[in-house]
């Protein structure tokens, strides 16, 4: 098979191929995808029935597209994914310093329609143009009008260009994006001025710069992102923008705990194995993903916000790397990770919370943290455990023992300390067989963070250990 691309014009025509705008294009090869049964965005975890269904049908529509959603939703990975289904690359004229990528049979630029006027098309020179280059994308906060759109190039004014000549311009992203895939990234932080630059793209796709209107025929996707509680609020987005933009994709959290753990666990990307391996039960993966969806559900926490999808990736990670130096230094293998490692979960978590200020009062954003980790806790620990058992559990603390337990604390010493509480024991192996001893510390410590937020035992801490009494 001839792999050799055209260099000429003429050699482009002779190939046999045909011009198509960059929606065409993308429609074309998501087709393609869609009838051959692929995976049509691998890597995204549960939209298959909700969102995914939607981006297909914009792309078939031929819409620019708005994903609205909060942080933390794969807003921007399902922007740049859409990049998979254009060509792997398309011809463009070689004009040494134009900076739009023209198309060979219809170029939109001065100097492109010279070239194709004035040459030979066995002389006018063909450059490919990859796919992975043909996406730009911005994030609003601090974007000019000149980042995006252009301005007039002071430096080409000084040598005698009339301000109204194509010339005279400095082009922004999107002109330069000509052919390709544009992204906004919150889009109802941009300046009004540029949202009526944008505007006049989607609308017309042409280029006003300073009040001179430069007719230029764009062929670009436009998508954008933006948080509802910033796009929906009045004055935010002008209505012109709203109504140009094809289709609002609408994103979500995990619908379910166990999505949300196979998306944590994916982007976490943690190799659990090698020389200091860890073993983390499928209840403590719940515990670090239900507190992600107790931070979404709590008065404390504003809502508008959002608790982002990588405050359980951050706080898994952490949980891992508590558990890992534990094994380091104590050299046990597997380490397993135990409710004593969440100890340390403020320092991935804390900055990631945003407090509604009425519901919290005069909570500190570290007991908030703690009050959303107890909830987690007794959220799954409801699930797991039978209430039958638990009240003669608890019973035996009544009797004054005291059970300390740490992040440093070595497993064979749960062995030792719960020697004289045997039930405790029989119900830990009932959350999680394994015969390990860092298993059933793991276990044992679940069991007796279970009690204590559903308020049967008490606990105080000092130095990071932690005392179980009644």
């Known amino acids: 098979m001839n792999t050799v691309r055209p260099t000429t014009l003429h050699q482009l025509r002779q190939s046999g191929w045909q011009s198509r705008s960059v929606k065409e294009e993308l429609r074309d090869n998501f087709i393609q995808a869609l009838r051959s049964g692929e995976p049509l965005f691998p890597g995204i975890i549960g939209y298959d029935d909700t969102v995914i269904p939607e981006i297909s049908i914009a792309i078939l529509a031929g819409h620019d597209m708005l994903f609205l959603g909060e942080k933390g939703q794969a807003k921007s990975r399902l922007m740049r994914s859409l990049v998979r289904f254009l060509d792997e690359a398309i011809p463009y004229l070689d004009i040494p310093g134009c900076p739009v990528h023209e198309d060979p049979y219809a170029p939109i630029t001065r100097a492109g329609k010279e070239l194709l006027r004035t040459q030979p098309e066995e002389r006018i020179p063909i450059a490919w143009w990859p796919r992975e280059q043909r996406y730009a994308e911005r994030l609003a906060p601090g974007t000019k009008f000149a980042d995006i759109i252009g301005e007039i190039d002071p430096a080409r004014l000084a040598q005698g260009t009339s301000m109204s000549a194509e010339e005279a311009l400095h082009f922004g992203l999107i002109p330069r994006m000509h052919r390709g895939i544009f992204a906004m990234n919150e889009v109802p932080e941009l300046d009004e001025l540029i949202q009526v630059g944008l505007f006049n793209i989607l609308e017309e796709r042409d280029v006003q710069i300073r009040g001179y209107p430069i007719q230029f025929d764009l062929d670009v996707l436009v998508l954008f992102s933006a948080n509802p509680s910033t796009y929906n609020r009045s004055g935010k987005v002008i209505p012109q923008l709203k109504d140009r933009i ?165 497993s064979s010493e749960y062995a030792r300390r719960l020697k004289r509480v045997p039930k405790a024991w029989e119900k830990a192996f009932e959350v999680n067989a394994g015969e390990s001893e860092a298993m059933r510390a793991s276990c044992v410590e679940f069991i007796l963070a279970g009690l204590y937020v559903t308020d049967r035992i008490s606990r105080s801490t000092r130095h990071g250990r932690i005392t179980y009494e009644i």
């Open 246 to 410: 094809g289709a609002i994709i609408q994103t979500h959290y995990p619908l379910d705990r166990a999505t949300g753990i196979e998306i944590m666990e994916q982007e976490a990307g943690l190799d659990l194995g090698g020389e200091y391996p860890v073993l983390v039960p499928y209840f403590m993966k719940e515990i670090v993903e239900q507190i992600s969806i107790s931070a979404r559900r709590s008065k404390y926490v504003d809502q508008a916000s959002g608790v982002s999808a990588r405050f359980s990736i951050a706080n898994y990670r952490t949980m891992v790397a508590s558990a890992r130096r534990r094994g380091i230094l104590l050299g046990e293998k597997p380490a397993v990770p135990r409710i004593s490692d969440l100890g340390h979960l403020p320092a991935s978590a804390l900055g990631k919370l945003e407090l509604d200020l009425m519901g919290a009062h005069q909570m500190s954003e570290k007991q908030v943290l703690e009050a959303i980790i107890a909830d987690a806790i007794r959220v799954v620990f409801e699930e797991y455990v039978e209430k039958h058992g638990l009240e003669e559990i608890a019973e035996v603390f009544s009797k004054g023992i005291k059970i300390e337990v740490g992040d440093m604390l070595p």
